[in-house]
Every structure is written in structure tokens, then in C-alpha cells.
T-cell receptor, first 110, second 116 residues
Framework: KNEVEQSPQNLTAQEGEFITINCSYS?????LHWLQQHPGGGIVSLFM???GKKKHGRLIATINIQEKHSSLHITASHPRDSAVYIC????????????FGQGTILTVHP | DAGVIQSPRHEVTEMGQEVTLRCKPI?????LFWYRQTMMRGLELLIY????????DSGMPEDRFSAKMPNASFSTLKIQPSEPRDSAVYFC??????????????FGPGTRLTVL
């Protein structure tokens, strides 16, 4: 089974700060997913990446396959970035499904 | 496309009652997933289907839970009888292919279930 660990579990920042959320997994994968969930809201896929780096606006995701580690960065954070960020990897009892980290609760204060 | 559609959005019921949650995946998607999210356990996969066939139901908590996908555009998750510990948000998601082959999953808005 692929174990997924995220850190930190909770993160508080001031508007404008640079944010980093980390994700480590135990078994080699084909791709890693980063998801975002706003309070009381649905879940949105932010990134799916298998190597290197991806950027979307102020969000950047990186992955190191050899080290089994990924990071999600938010530049110039804003209160609207406050959400739960979840990383997920394929694997578990079957290859076709995702295993999720416990999530990182991010709060950005104005 | 309207995205993944779930109904109802909120459900409040009493212990012992039957609960049916519904999901319409994105047209053309071959995979459908049912998830449960709680504060204690986070997001957990209950069951997933490929081409309407259940592939992995190892996450289904017990016999009180059942899921069906009679056709490519509709799935149900049923709890009978419901218990207070079933209170959670239930998400449905769909994807073009397997999670193991780099396919993005699209989530529905969720159904918030409260069992009194």
C-alpha cells in the first residue's frame, strides 16, 4: 500500500507570504495529484504531475521521483488561497485508485 | 459539460432509515469513484467502477453500504440501515481512465449526510 504523508498539517500565513506544502509517498508512482478544497466546498484538481515542475498562476508544483517527494508552492499568498490542500497518489489495494494524504489546512490572514 | 452531478446536496435522516445518494458522471468518463470524507479519517475511497463494473470495493465499510452503476451515466450509493457514524460528506468523482495512468479526477459537489 502506498503511504502518503503531508506536512505541515496546519499552516497559517500572512498575505503575501510564500507558502510550501510537502508530500511524501512510499511507493513509486506514475503521477501525483494536488487537490484543493475550500471550506464547505467541493474538491478541485490543481495539478497532476509525473516529473519536474508545473505552474499555474501563483501555484507551482514540483516532484522528485527518486526521493518520492512533491511540494506545492504558493507565491504571494492571498486570503482566498485559504483552503485544504490534499496530495494523492495511485495505488493501494488496486492500481486504478488514489490514496490521499491527510490534507494541509492553510489559512492566509489579510 | 456540467461536470459531475450529485444529489441530494444535503440529506438529514434518522438512524435506521435508508439513504440513497446519486451521481451522474461526466459524459465519456469510464471511471467512477465514490468517496467519503470525515474530519477524523479525511478522504477515503469507498468503491470505484470501470465501465459500470465494480473494480475495488475494499473501502466499503460494511454490508450496510452498497453501490450500483446500472449504466454509464448513473450510479447510486445506498446505506441501509443508516447510523449516526455514517454522517459525512460523500463525493462522487469520474475520470477518463485509471488513476494509475495519469488521469485527472473530476469531483462532484458532494452530499452532506447527517444521520440523527
Amino acid at each position: 500500500k502506498n503511504e502518503v504523508e503531508q506536512s505541515p498539517q496546519n499552516l497559517t500565513a500572512q498575505e503575501g507570504e510564500f507558502i510550501t506544502i510537502n508530500c511524501s509517498y512510499s511507493v513509486g508512482i506514475s503521477a501525483l495529484h494536488w487537490l484543493q478544497q475550500h471550506p464547505g466546498g467541493g474538491i478541485v484538481s490543481l495539478f497532476m504531475l509525473s516529473s519536474g515542475k508545473k505552474k499555474h498562476g501563483r501555484l507551482i508544483a514540483t516532484i522528485n521521483i527518486q526521493e518520492k517527494h512533491s511540494s506545492l508552492h504558493i507565491t504571494a499568498s492571498h486570503p482566498r488561497d485559504s483552503a485544504v490542500y490534499i496530495c494523492a497518489v495511485p495505488g493501494g489495494t488496486s492500481y486504478g485508485k488514489l490514496t490521499f494524504g491527510q490534507g494541509t489546512i492553510l489559512t492566509v490572514h489579510p | 459539460d456540467a461536470g459531475v452531478i450529485q444529489s441530494p446536496r444535503h440529506e438529514v435522516t434518522e438512524m435506521g432509515q435508508e439513504v440513497t445518494l446519486r451521481c451522474k458522471p461526466i459524459s465519456g468518463h469510464d471511471y467512477l469513484f465514490w468517496y467519503r470524507q470525515t474530519m477524523m479519517r479525511g478522504l477515503e475511497l469507498l468503491i470505484y467502477f470501470n465501465n459500470n463494473v465494480p473494480i475495488d470495493d475494499s473501502g466499503m465499510p460494511e454490508d450496510r453500504f452498497s453501490a450500483k452503476m446500472p449504466n454509464a451515466s448513473f450510479s447510486t450509493l445506498k446505506i441501509q440501515p443508516s447510523e449516526p457514524r455514517d454522517s459525512a460528506v460523500y463525493f462522487c468523482a469520474s475520470s477518463l481512465g485509471s488513476a494509475g495512468v495519469r488521469n485527472e479526477q473530476f469531483f462532484g459537489p458532494g452530499t452532506r449526510l447527517t444521520v440523527l
